[in-house]
């Protein structure tokens, strides 16, 4: 069926490295779960094309109405992406006008790499970052591998995009995206929600206790938790660290905690189930954000509607837009002052109460509601010329 028979309903494909039952999916997934969810509330149809894992996760699913199609690997998902979409377009495959149609719109979610869909879409292509990874690619890669990523990023990509629109999740994001090349006024800026809070209401940790939740990677830089652990040990000898979620970077984290003689403090919950998350980040005294970039800070809002504050980098990335600066938690320039903060609202109890309460106020402002539709307003604008 071709959707250009409907004066309303859109078909949006998104394409995405991962999605949110990928064992390394993260905030980026997150975001294009909810906005999916919400774009079929709204009536439209949504499907996102996926790299496949190994845990057992089948080629494809239809889960709420979001259809999921995973196609090769971590890294072969790009080229099977394209493959996938040209055989729809002869009308072959599973996007093809014989089964479901092809999308009014393809949202590329460029990770870093595009998905180059551009040069085989023959649609509107939607151009969605979340931060630029300037800081991250030597982190992870190689030299030779760093370099080439910067380039794809930082150059062909703003070239081969130059007629798209962009969205992005912060201001500080769209400001990176314009000092590249790309034209401010060709960007959106549509930040995160949060889900509303649905468990009950739970008591603090009844001694000192600090939370990083998030994929454990190179660039969340969980060293800097487990060394401000250290450093606070002696002042502070029932301290305990959670260390909440999964990822490739664990086994160092372990190690690094052991060398520093805080393994009794440091728990590693592995990945937890929404209840459990609620518990963590509803128990916990501080929340810790020590990660080099963020787009948004999607965990610092969850964190504050649970009435719990966070400390994170001032120049993170979107993470200054999460947070209100002194109010509801606080920025830090150095790991000098990150431990130094952590120290202090630890032994302020007024304080930090106060940000809690601040913060939960701050948190009411994003919803996935209001998100969704600022989203849905943008598809239509952007498939309406076609239309």
Not at 311 to 329: K, Q, S, W
Request: proline share 5%.
């Amino acid at each position: 069926m071709d959707d250009s028979s409907s004066t309303t309903a859109r078909h949006v494909l998104f394409l995405n490295w991962r999605d949110t039952a990928n064992p390394e999916g993260g905030g980026s997934e997150v975001y294009i779960e909810r906005i999916a969810a919400e774009l079929v509330a709204a009536g439209h149809r949504v499907t996102l094309l996926c790299a496949a894992h190994a845990d057992g996760a089948p080629e494809e699913t239809n889960s709420d109405g979001v259809r999921v199609l995973r196609r090769g690997s971590r890294h072969t998902v790009y080229a099977r992406a394209a493959l996938t979409y040209l055989a729809g377009r002869l009308g072959l495959g599973p996007l093809g006008r014989r089964r479901l149609g092809l999308p009014d719109l393809v949202v590329d979610v460029c990770n870093g790499v595009p998905f180059f869909s551009p040069l085989y879409a023959g649609r509107p292509v939607l151009a969605l970052v979340h931060h630029v990874h300037r800081e991250q690619w030597p982190v992870v890669f190689g030299a030779v591998m760093c370099r080439l990523g910067w380039w794809i990023e930082s150059w062909l990509a703003v070239r081969l995009y130059r007629r798209c629109r962009y969205v992005t999740v912060s201001e500080a994001s769209r400001a990176e995206l314009a000092q590249l090349g790309v034209d401010a006024t060709r960007i959106e800026v549509v930040p995160n929600g949060t889900p509303p809070v649905t468990g009950p209401a739970l008591p603090r940790t009844d001694h000192p206790s600090l939370l990083v939740l998030g994929r454990l990677v190179p660039h969340k830089r969980v060293e800097i938790a487990l060394r401000t652990v250290a450093e606070l040990s002696a002042e502070l000898p029932d301290l305990e660290l959670v260390v909440a979620g999964q990822g490739w970077w664990e086994a160092p984290l372990r190690e690094l905690s052991d060398a520093l003689g805080i393994s009794d403090r440091v728990r590693f919950t592995g990945f937890i189930s929404e209840q459990k998350k609620h518990e963590v980040l509803s128990s916990s005294w501080l929340a810790l954000t020590p990660s080099l970039k963020e787009g948004w800070g999607l965990t610092i809002v969850e964190a504050a509607a649970r009435s719990t504050p966070t400390i994170a980098f001032r120049y993170a990335g979107g993470v200054a837009e999460a947070m209100v600066d002194t109010e509801t938690g606080l920025l830090v320039d150095d790991e000098a002052e990150f431990t130094a903060r952590v120290r202090e609202l630890l032994a302020d109890d007024v304080r930090r109460k106060a940000m809690g309460e601040a913060a939960l106020a701050h948190a009411a402002r994003f919803t996935w509601t209001a998100t969704g539709a600022r989203f849905a307003e943008l598809v239509g604008r952007l498939t309406a010329a076609r239309r």
